[in-house]
């Protein structure tokens, strides 16, 4: 394709885009493709001769278009949302065009300098300890996602206990991880990968909020102790992802620096809300912790991929990943005066993703991102409320923020249907959790274009459909 070429076609595909969101509500949100459905239309045997871009444009419009489901749709309020901006598109399409591959500050400086210095701003901007920044002993890091933010987390945690000896002797320490029974399975998965194995992870009792309990936390590291294992991770969640519970932050914290654990806070959807000063308050005590991690990708429109980790203490994560074989080495590597990013990750190779955040940050401003964020909180608290009024639903628990869980008078069975049918019409998209065997729906209210009118068409559908199931 010559650069015409591009130019034409590229100007084709940006038109594309903006008439898709234009017209996302005309899409059922959830696809409504059965499975195979997509796969039968492609051929079996791929092009032997090139062909056009209009056709494939052709084929996104007739086989992939059906086969998506909205998560940009402003009627989109399924899991915790994925959402994007077009500030954030553009500087993807940016990251792709320069094409960089940023493992090393020598591989291309800008790639580095300017996602420590967005990461910088955002340990300001969340109110994060200094220790988090790069210019003290710390420093944040773009990662994929949580998952992966986490699994670095146990990594540095399992090397700092052991004396950085499981790297080179495989693990033979009974090393043991705390989570709650509401953490994110992608701590579980850490567990797995890491070698630690699932029967040294505990997952602690919860009080009624569905916070883990500290002092059952307690109890479990003084047991697991006096049997002469090894305490050395607890995974602390502000919102976790079945109903947005809070974990308390500050006696987790305590607990951890009392018994030498690395505390790692997870906060993949909610740490966001740190951004507006009044919602502040529910990462207090992340002071305490060594690891912190959000995702951009879910709450604070910047496209998949983009979790931002940070770590109190670099040189604990260096130490763990750093591998410098002979065809990486560089001058300035050897001078220590830059990072290089491929030793606070698990992968070599990186995305120049800072490029999407800073287009993000600079578009809306910290005052525009403020304002997204309080208007989707005062949204699900509005939806809140009307569930609080109706004699027909229940809410479950009060939603500190723009999750809402509530269920149907009528029970389980009742609440499954009600959400099925929900989701067939292709008006709205939401999903559910189960809580003490009672089933929840769940309506999280984040995505980038969803306004009142939206949530105020949510609400009826969903009082109109369980009326007509009712019949
Ligand atoms: C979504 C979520 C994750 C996993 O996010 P990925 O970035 O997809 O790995 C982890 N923890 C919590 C609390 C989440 O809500």
Not at 443 to 460: F, R, Y
Request: a negative charge; aromatic letters at 10%.
């Amino acid at each position: 394709m010559s650069p015409d070429e591009f130019r034409e076609q590229g100007k084709k595909l940006i038109d594309w885009i903006a008439d898709y969101y234009e017209n996302i509500e005309k899409y059922p949100v959830q696809s409504q493709v059965h499975p195979g459905q997509v796969r039968q239309q492609l051929p079996s045997q791929p092009p032997i001769v090139g062909e056009s871009f209009d056709a494939m444009i052709r084929d996104v419009d007739q086989i992939i278009m059906p086969g998506i489901t909205h998560w940009q749709s402003p009627n989109f309020f399924a899991y915790f949302p994925s959402n994007s901006s077009f500030p954030s598109i553009l500087g993807d399409l940016l990251s792709s065009g320069l094409g960089v591959q940023g493992m090393l500050w020598a591989t291309s400086p800008a790639c580095t300098e300017l996602e420590t210095h967005v990461l910088d701003w955002l340990a300001d901007m969340l109110q994060l300890p200094a220790k988090f920044k790069s210019h003290s002993s710390g420093g944040g890091v773009i990662q994929d996602t949580a998952s992966n933010a986490v699994l670095t987390a146990v990594l540095a945690a399992r090397e700092r206990k052991t004396n950085y000896q499981v790297n080179e002797s495989g693990c033979r320490h009974p090393l043991v991880a705390y989570v709650s029974t509401q953490t994110h399975s992608s701590v579980e998965k850490a567990i797995k990968i890491t070698g630690i194995g699932t029967n040294f992870l505990r997952k602690i009792g919860c009080n009624e909020t569905l916070a883990m309990n500290p002092a059952l936390l307690e109890q479990q590291i003084q047991e697991d102790l006096a049997n002469g294992l090894v305490p050395f991770f607890v995974c602390a969640t502000v919102g976790t992802t079945s109903t947005n519970a809070m974990d308390p932050l500050p006696e987790i914290g305590r607990i951890a620096n009392q018994y030498g654990l690395w505390m790692h806070i997870d906060g993949a959807m909610s740490g966001t809300a740190a951004l507006c000063p009044e919602f502040r308050h529910f990462l207090n005590g992340v002071e305490l912790a060594d690891s912190f991690a959000f995702n951009p990708h879910k709450w604070m429109f910047t496209n998949f991929d983009c979790d931002c980790f940070f770590v109190a203490d670099r040189a604990a994560l260096i130490k763990t990943l750093s591998i410098l074989p002979e065809y990486l080495k560089n001058k300035a590597t050897e001078s220590g005066a830059v990072f290089d990013y491929r030793d606070w990750h698990a992968q070599l190779g990186r995305r120049f993703r800072a490029l999407k955040l800073w287009f993000v940050i600079r578009h809306y401003g910290v005052s525009g991102l403020q304002y997204h964020i309080r208007r989707h909180v005062e949204l699900g608290q509005l939806f809140a409320g009307w569930v609080r009024a109706s004699s027909d639903f229940v809410l479950y628990g009060e939603p500190p923020l723009n999750l809402v869980c509530f269920y149907h008078k009528n029970g389980n069975s009742f609440n499954q249907v009600l959400m099925d049918h929900l989701n067939q019409t292709g008006l709205i998209y939401l999903t559910h959790t189960v809580v003490d065997g009672k089933f929840i729906l769940r309506m999280c209210i984040g995505q980038t274009n969803t306004e009142l009118k939206h949530v105020e068409q949510a609400w009826k559908l969903i009082k109109q459909t369980a009326k007509e199931l009712c019949e």
